[in-house]
């Protein structure tokens, strides 16, 4: 048993000595593990055996394991001589494609069908790879290498490399070096090769230059890129979004180039913006024009609450401005001449005296209307009558546009004169040379002493505005406002007064041909059952040819000039007539206060002035007004009387809502339940209307300010011609802020827009609206209102969007607030729903549209308008500061060349966001500088993709 045991060893000594023996013989084998042998030992004990004493029985190989580290890798001179670094082993298919093999020797060529094979003729078998380079390992075939690649050398044309970056990596501020590696936080290196197969070992270097925040979540890595010692020169390539190119615009917006007409694109040498530089967008603003300074005493007033009539009333007539007119000068001319201004009469400076100040002016052919208006305007202010220290109300302005405003003081209105006023300056042209130079002028009375009123054009409108405040220069407005609440008014006049408000055209049949009453009004005493009341009846009609007569008094000839054979103008001129009709010039177009001033006169003229008579104590206090909210005419009164109105000859509701059925006035509100709103053209066209005008009041600058109701470089303000209470009380003179090529201001703001669901009609024919479907609540911006549509059974659905918008847009406050401009559109083409917008645009804009669930407009969301953001794009600037270019040809330069400024601003330029490297025969494609870098928060690491 001991020879036994002693043989064991010698046969596992034998078999550790042919290990190592095959190790030693491999050493030059490629790809070879080496083995190792392990021993077991070998003893044997039986249940009744105590193991601690038996003696083993010698040793056993138990097995010969290989050893799968790491080997070194050498290089060949082989292209195909291939290593694997790490686990894996190369799959080859045996010759006869039966068996399938595995190994770590690379050593492989081409058999002769150019396939890659090992000495033993054993294929190399390869994934196929999709565009992503992922390997699909369900498709492994042979790897063949064709003819026409093989042995052929190419230069290296595009790299891409995947990289992630720490995202917490500290921001590297001090000056690139690559000899220094503190100057940059991570570098990787990659073989490149010309067209001649030369190889070059091509560096980037990364250097972090911002940290994401909240505020710019966005990490940025600076890259610099190396081939050997040759630091690349840069090309640019513009940003694409798919094969799109994008292109910016001076607000920075960025488009497509196929969402941009080619005439806007600009061709030439622009200026270099990179894409990632646009990211502090500022909101629009409007354009504001603001008043002249006003005194202190004036601001005090309006701090504390200002009555307009005690304001103006409670001055020396002497300080203040009174009438006012202007001077128009109509044609330039043609050579040289005078004209002589004789100015109205005025007082002297012994108050009682009037005089009469004749103005030369010598014009030439160089003069145009806006030199001849300043020199009218130089000539009259160095006048010493017309200004002098006795009545500092009087001024003269040159407005800027061939006009001259000139305004007398209120007392050279109202003390004593020894003649009468004229009504406007007469000029007389005299000749010079013979031939006297062409140019007229006129002049007329635009404000009188007591008129509180400017002209005002809000975003290029072609037909100003007069803005009207002088109903609240009256004795019976007592109420105080201060400069907010002034602002406020005046706000909301201009925007009725811009607004899309419509004319009552009473010629569709309301009124009746043959007696040309609308409508009767009867008062009576309810607590009087023998009262029958009184019966009045507002009879309009309208003149027939019309003539402007010298007296400013338009008549015509008299309607029933064919039964009285005769020509009678009284009976026809514009206002109430002795006959007891009122006179409009058309009555397709009369004003809502036109209306009230006409029933006004005609219950005024019934009531006479005997207080004894019944028609005096039945219509001396009524009074006839329009209220907004309600939308109706009201008839108030305060004698406790019962006001009944009928329409005698109509059996269905008319324009008024009137029958001959008559109906009672709520004495409360002076309503009688029927909305009454206009019907007839606009007041304002289309293209002049304006929304959202604001007015502001600034104490501590002591100025008010007028702010278009768009945002952005198109929009303007201009006042002109402002009444002398209009510059006294608010300090408007006149004065411009007119559209911006540059960029100053934005680009224009979004309405408020509510989209509702699929309407539940047919709207290819007629529908019915009862009162079951008929009601909507809509807030426009601060006004809220209840909308009744009108029940009928055979609407069609424009006429039913047509009347929704009118009713909407009829809606007003208590507080002098007005919708305006809102659009009601029907869209789809087989599921039809309503598009509700603002007429008013942003942040401020809101819209809130309730309805039956018929028309899909229950339950849906408010909706606000958006305030626009812009931002000037920011030339890019090399190392040394100098501003960059792109040049025809794309390439970057700090030479303008012809680049022009006013030729570009209005262009669409390219939007760069990535730089090609190239230096020689060698392109490596990159993102340049700033644009690679990927928005990182707070993740792990910050990921930057390279490709070309």
């Known amino acids: 048993m001991s020879f036994y045991t002693a043989l064991t060893g010698l046969q596992a000594a034998t078999a550790s000595l042919g290990v190592t023996s095959n190790n030693i013989a491999n050493v030059g084998t490629t790809g070879f593990k080496r083995s190792r042998a392990d021993f077991g030992d070998i003893f044997a004990t039986s249940p009744l055996q105590k193991a601690s004493a038996t003696i083993g029985q010698g040793v056993a190989l138990k097995q010969v394991s290989q050893e799968f580290s790491q080997g070194n890798i050498q290089f060949s001179a082989n292209s195909l001589d291939i290593a694997i670094t790490g686990d894996g082993f190369f799959p080859l298919k045996s010759a006869d494609g039966l068996q ?24 190399l078998i390869a994934a196929a790879v999709d565009s992503s380079g992922k390997a699909d390992l369900d498709n492994m075939s042979k790897l063949l290498i064709p003819p026409k690649t093989s042995g052929d050398a190419n230069e290296t044309t595009d790299i891409t490399l995947g990289l992630n970056f720490p995202s917490d990596a500290e921001v590297i501020t001090k000056p690139f070096d690559k000899t220094d590696p503190t100057t940059y936080n991570k570098t990787s290196a990659i073989t490149v090769y010309d067209a001649g197969g030369n190889d070059y070992l091509a560096t980037v270097y990364y250097v972090k230059t911002q940290t994401a925040s909240l505020a710019d979540p966005t990490a940025k890595w600076q890259t610099y890129t190396y081939v050997g010692e040759t630091r690349m020169k840069e090309q640019l390539i513009q940003s694409k979004l798919g094969t799109d190119a994008l292109y910016v615009n001076k607000y920075g917006q960025v488009h497509k180039e196929s969402d941009i007409p080619p005439e806007l694109i600009a061709r030439g040498v622009t200026k270099l913006v990179h894409l990632d530089d646009l990211k502090n967008p500022v909101s629009s603003t409007p354009a504001a024009v603001a008043g002249d300074q006003l005194t202190t005493g004036v601001n005090n007033a309006w701090k504390n609450g200002l009555t307009v009539a005690d304001q103006l009333q409670n001055q020396a007539p002497a300080m203040m401005g009174g009438d006012t007119q202007l001077i128009t000068i109509e044609e330039n001319p043609t050579n040289t001449g005078q004209l002589l201004i004789t100015l109205r009469g005025i007082l002297g400076t012994d108050g009682t005296t009037q005089v009469t100040t004749p103005i030369t002016v010598t014009v030439d052919n160089t003069d145009t209307k806006f030199t001849i208006a300043e020199k009218i305007r ?8 017309f200004l002098n220290d006795t009545y500092p109300g009087r001024s003269v302005t040159d407005n800027g546009d061939g006009t001259v405003s000139v305004t007398y003081s209120k007392a050279d209105g109202i003390l004593p004169l020894a003649a009468p006023i004229p009504t406007s300056i007469s000029i007389v042209q005299t000749a010079t040379g013979g031939t006297g130079a062409v140019v007229t002028a006129s002049a007329g009375k635009i404000y009188s002493a007591n008129d509180l009123a400017f002209t005002l054009n809000v975003d290029g409108s072609e037909n100003p505005m007069r803005i009207d405040l002088s109903y609240l220069n009256s004795t019976e407005v007592k109420k105080s406002f201060t400069g907010a609440e002034i602002a406020r008014e005046i706000t909301n006049v201009i925007n009725k007064t811009y607004g899309d408000e419509q004319y009552f055209d009473f010629t569709q049949g309301d009124i009746n041909v043959n007696d040309n009453i609308l409508m009767n ?20 009609r309208q003149q027939v040819a019309p003539q402007l007569l010298p007296d400013g008094v338009t008549l015509g000839p008299d309607p029933d000039i064919a039964t009285t054979g005769a020509v009678d103008l009284t009976n026809d001129k514009v206002g109430l007539n002795t006959d007891g009709e009122y006179v409009f010039a058309d009555l397709s177009k009369v004003k809502r206060e036109d209306v009230v001033k006409a029933m006004q006169a005609i219950i005024d003229d019934a009531a ?16 006839v007004g329009y209220d907004p909210v309600l939308q109706t ?26 029958t001959a059925n008559e109906a009672i006035v ?8 029927e909305h009454v709103l206009p019907n007839g053209a606009l007041l304002v066209s289309l293209k002049d209307q304006r929304y959202g005008t604001v007015v502001s009041y600034d104490d501590v600058t002591r100025r008010f300010t007028i702010s278009s109701g768009t945002t952005g470089d198109e929009s303007s303000v201009k006042i002109m011609h402002a009444s002398a209470n209009a510059y006294y009380l608010l300090g408007l003179s006149t004065k411009e802020v007119k559209t911006s090529a540059v960029p100053f201001r934005g680009i224009v703001s979004e309405p408020a827009v509510v989209k509702g669901g699929t309407i539940g009609l047919n709207l290819d024919n007629k529908f019915r609206v009862d009162a079951t479907n008929n009601q909507f609540v809509v807030t426009v911006d601060n006004v809220t209102g209840l909308i009744e549509m009108p029940m009928k059974s055979d609407y069609t659905i424009e006429e039913f969007r047509s009347t929704l918008e009118n009713r909407i847009n009829s809606l007003a406050d208590r507080y002098g607030r007005t919708v305006n401009g809102v659009k009601v559109d029907i869209q789809g083409d087989k599921n039809k729903y309503f598009v509700i917008s603002t007429g008013t645009t942003g942040d401020n804009s809101f819209l809130k549209v309730s309805g ?5 407009l229950d339950s849906l969301p408010s909706a606000r308008g958006t305030t626009s953001t812009w931002q000037e794009p920011t030339q890019a600037r090399n190392e040394d500061g100098f501003p960059l ?16 400024e006013d030729e570009t601003r209005d262009l669409w330029n390219a939007a760069v966001l990535y730089r090609f490297h190239r230096v020689d025969t060698v392109l490596l494609a990159i993102l340049g500088a700033q644009a690679g870098s990927e928005r990182s928060p707070g993740g792990r690491s910050d990921r930057c993709g390279y490709s070309g």
Do not use: C, H
């Open 666 to 673: 709520d004495a409360s509100t002076g309503g009688y339940g």
């Open 885 to 900: 270019y792109v040049s025809r040809d794309g390439k970057e330069t700090t030479d303008p060349g012809q680049f022009s």
């Open 608 to 623: 006479g002035t005997d207080k004894t008579s019944d028609a005096y104590k039945k219509f001396s206090t009524l009074k």
């Open 378 to 385: 130089s000539l009259i202010a160095n006048d010493p009558t």
């Open 521 to 540: 009004l009867k008062a009576l005493n309810p607590a009087d059952d023998t009262d029958a009341g009184l019966t009045l009846s507002f009879k309009f």
């Open 852 to 856: 039956n669930s018929i028309w899909g």
């Open 100 to 123: 399938d093999i595995y190994t770590r020797n690379g050593t492989f060529l081409l058999d002769e069908s150019f396939n890659v094979v090992n000495s033993a003729g054993q294929s």
């Open 633 to 658: 005419f009201t008839f108030k009164n305060d004698n406790n009387l019962e006001v009944r109105l009928t329409a005698p000859n109509l059996a269905v509701k008319g324009l008024m809502g009137l």
